[in-house]
């Protein structure tokens, strides 16, 4: 009896020593779930996940150096706007570089335009609305990162907000679907989505804007959408670059017989210069928006555009 007693006991402990080894052996062997850093809220520095870093350095079309320094600060993926506080200064002027021979340029898409960047319906209007069909491909127009890729609740819809090496950014609104994710590297002309009327949109478009430091500006000052081309591969900002449309202007300087929905009717005695400070715009300003040069004559009669 004794003897059985003690058979049973020896088979007992081989058992459990053969579960402990089983048991330690899967555990070594599963892996490890962690949650990434949810990042940056409010102008704190989002840090990407490892497998996304890595994907991006790995990537052989991009300069590993330029995408960290687009990620390394104010990169925010959960909140439209990245600049909310600590906005970096622009000074009174600051060399953008559109394209050069590394980064290229591509229209977001060959629609027409149906609502300009400006006043619309009482409301400041802060991109162009390029009229598409449902399902219509929508591209990144620089290469850059996507840092804001989901639905938006305030008007947008499915947005995607790309952050470019020249450090501007692109927000493409109402999409019906959304190809990319955060962090996500992507060269001009890959496609970001399709178009759709998600948010507050009125009909199937794209809601189009540029943003400097969270600043929006006319894209038309950058792009001839008639011509699908760049205006300029480089660009002098400054704060007049910034100020609001003319009509604004305008109701801060009175009834103006010579203006009239946003552009100047050429008068007698003239100059670029004095109809540049009449509205607080630069000379500069008039030349690229009306195809003239410093010392063009100016016709009377013509119309000058003024933004």
Known sequence: M???????????????????????????QRPVVTTPDQGNIRGVVSTPPDSVSKDLAEDEDFDSEAIDSLVSSFFDTDQVFAYRINTPAIGDS???????????????????????????????????????????????????????????????GNLVVIRHFNGLETYYAHLNKIEVKPYQAIKAGDIVGT??????????????????????FDPAKVINFDSAQLITDKLWLDRNFFTPPARKVLAKNGNNPSA???????????????????YGT???????????KKTSILKIGKRLKLS
């Open 2 to 28: 004794n003897s059985l007693r003690f058979h049973v006991f020896i088979s007992q402990v081989l058992c459990g020593g053969l579960i402990l080894i089983f048991s330690s052996t899967v555990l070594a």
């Open 94 to 156: 600051m060399l953008i570089t559109m394209v050069d021979s590394v980064h290229c340029f591509s229209m977001p898409s060959n629609g027409k335009i149906i609502s300009k960047f400006g006043p619309r319906r009482r409301r400041q209007h802060k991109g162009v609305d390029i009229k598409l069909n449902t399902g219509e491909p929508i591209k990144s127009v620089f290469d850059g990162v996507v840092r804001y890729a989901k639905r938006n609740r305030h008007g947008f």
């Open 195 to 216: 178009a759709g009327r998600t948010g507050r949109a009125r009909g199937t478009h794209l809601h189009f804007e540029m943003r400097l430091f969270d600043k929006p």
């Open 260 to 278: 009239v929905d946003g552009y100047h009717v050429i008068r007698k005695g003239d100059t670029l210069g004095r109809i540049a400070r009449k």
């Open 282 to 292: 630069t000379v500069e300003q008039l030349c690229r928006l009306n195809g003239l």
